[in-house]
């Protein structure tokens, strides 16, 4: 897996249609939520592309998984991480924890020692209390989906 961080404005073409691909596929199709995936938001955040290493022999690689990083100027006071998603050829072969994980260490790099928000579909708590987030909402429906505010405290 290579991942790599890109402002709006840096990324390409491509790179923009597949990141909204891999949205649309998975938060509007797959989960059956109908939304407006395009919010305004992503000019100012951050973009972490996960491509696949294994395709690279006979064509463009796949982009395997995104996350999308809120700075804390657009998301309030704290930073978000959101908009992680893994295509299901990828699934349960670590690409999420290891986004997350990268998305947490990119925190860290840029605003240093602030709490980390995200907004967690409710059967994916567990997975983001490994990484020390702590449900901070009753659950709620985010378009057909059920979830919870989570936040990890800062430090």
């Known amino acids: 897996m290579e ?8 990324l390409s073409r491509d790179q923009l249609y597949e990141l909204l691909r891999i949205r649309s596929d998975i938060f509007v199709v797959e989960q059956q939520s109908p939304y407006c ?14 491509y696949d290493r294994g395709s690279e022999f006979g064509g463009a690689r796949p982009l ?15 930073p978000v991480l959101g908009r992680i998603a893994v295509r299901p050829a990828f699934r349960e072969q670590g690409y999420g924890r290891a986004m997350v994980q990268e998305g947490l260490s990119e925190v ?3 605003f240093r020692r602030q709490a980390i928000k995200l907004s967690a579909q409710t059967h994916l708590c567990t997975f983001y209390e490994a990484f020390g987030f702590q449900s901070n909402s009753p659950p709620y429906d985010d378009h057909g989906v059920p979830h919870v505010d989570m936040i990890r405290p800062a430090g």
């Open 64 to 78: 395997a998984g995104y996350l999308r990083l809120l700075p804390p100027i657009m998301a309030g006071p704290a």
């Open 3 to 10: 991942m790599i961080w890109r402002s709006f404005d840096l």
């Open 37 to 50: 995936d395009v919010d305004g938001l992503d000019r100012e955040a951050l973009h972490l592309l996960a």
């Open 108 to 110: 860290e790099r840029r």
